[in-house]
């Protein structure tokens, strides 16, 4: 099974969520796909990850036999290589998107391709949980590219938890592609609502089943966001109030199901009645 944790906006509590359901789940693999700022493992505590570079083919123009035709620049949707006439002709890194057309679409052969590094993908493990993490270097565009790799790295044959990178854009769209199940975490305030609606639009198009987590369920107005999850028949899988236990434990990096039993028998359920929801 293939579980996705999403929100709307961050600063939900997702990564929390995420982690905590995958160390009251183990043994589990917990992808970590919020590659531009990936941070479960800071409370998961994975020992000594392994990195291996992720590459993308990148267009190169050899101008020996380059006639500047212009039929790369006329083919790339993205305008991501320029034809400069009489003088150079070359793909814009920053934008290029690594289709591979403009290779395909010269005439004379011109154009080969060369891996570029966009980042890292990481292996750990600890107590159970298998963490794959992804990290886009500063300033690439390629999240999504990158969030393709992860998922498609995995073998996913066992049990398995995404963290999503927050909000409804592709990176989202492109996380929540193999799901089984949504969990979508937010919070009863104006924001938190409207963030939810947007990314619901999402796992409604992509047609994935989806149950909600309040957190901070005590700062906002719940009864507005449990109608209107009432109305379109999303059950509140758990409501989280606010604590300063969890945020004391949060800020030294200590997930709630690791110090409370409690909180993992919590989880450990959730993940039971999701489990059975499936059949
Ligand atoms: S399509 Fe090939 S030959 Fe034409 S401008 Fe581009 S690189 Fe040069
Ligand atoms: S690889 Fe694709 S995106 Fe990049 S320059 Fe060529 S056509 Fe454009």
Redesign the pocket.
């Known amino acids: 099974m293939i579980v996705a944790i999403a929100s709307g906006k961050g600063g939900t509590g997702k990564t929390t969520v995420a982690v905590s359901l995958a160390i009251s789940s183990s043994p589990i693999t917990l992808i970590d796909a919020d590659v531009e700022e990936p941070n479960a493992n800071i409370l998961l505590r994975a020992n000594k990850p392994t990195s291996k570079q992720a590459r993308l083919?990148?267009?190169i123009v050899n101008m020996n036999k380059c006639d500047f035709c212009e039929e790369?620049s006329n083919?790339?949707?993205?305008?991501?290589?320029v034809v400069l006439e009489g003088l150079r002709v070359f793909?814009?890194k920053e934008?290029?998107?690594?289709?591979?057309?403009?290779?395909l679409?010269c005439p004379k052969d011109a154009?080969h391709?060369q891996p570029r590094t966009i980042g890292h993908i990481r292996k750990g493990e600890r107590g159970g949980v298998k963490l794959i993490e992804g990290e886009l270097n500063i300033a690439e565009t390629t999240t999504t590219r990158l969030i393709g790799m992860l998922l498609d790295y995995e073998e996913k044959n066992g049990d398995v938890i995404i963290d999503c990178p927050p909000g409804a854009a592709h990176p989202t769209v492109e996380s929540l592609r193999y799901a089984d199940y949504v969990i979508m975490v937010t919070e009863p305030t104006p924001l938190g609502f409207h963030d939810l609606k947007e990314t619901l639009m999402i796992t409604k198009k992509l047609n994935k089943k989806v149950g909600v987590i309040i957190n901070r369920s005590d700062l906002g107005n719940i009864d507005s966001l449990k109608k209107f999850l009432n109305s379109k028949k999303i059950p509140v899988l758990l409501e989280i109030p606010f604590s300063e236990d969890i945020c004391l434990h949060y800020s030294r990096g200590i997930s709630p199901s690791e110090y409370s039993p409690q909180w993992r028998e919590t989880f450990r359920k959730l993940w039971n009645y999701i489990k059975k929801s499936q059949n």
Do not use: D, M, Q, T
Request: hydrophobic share 45%; glycine share 8%.
């Open positions: 083919p990148f267009p790369c083919f790339c949707a993205y305008n991501a290589i793909a814009v934008i290029c998107k690594s289709c591979g057309g403009c290779a679409v154009i391709e």
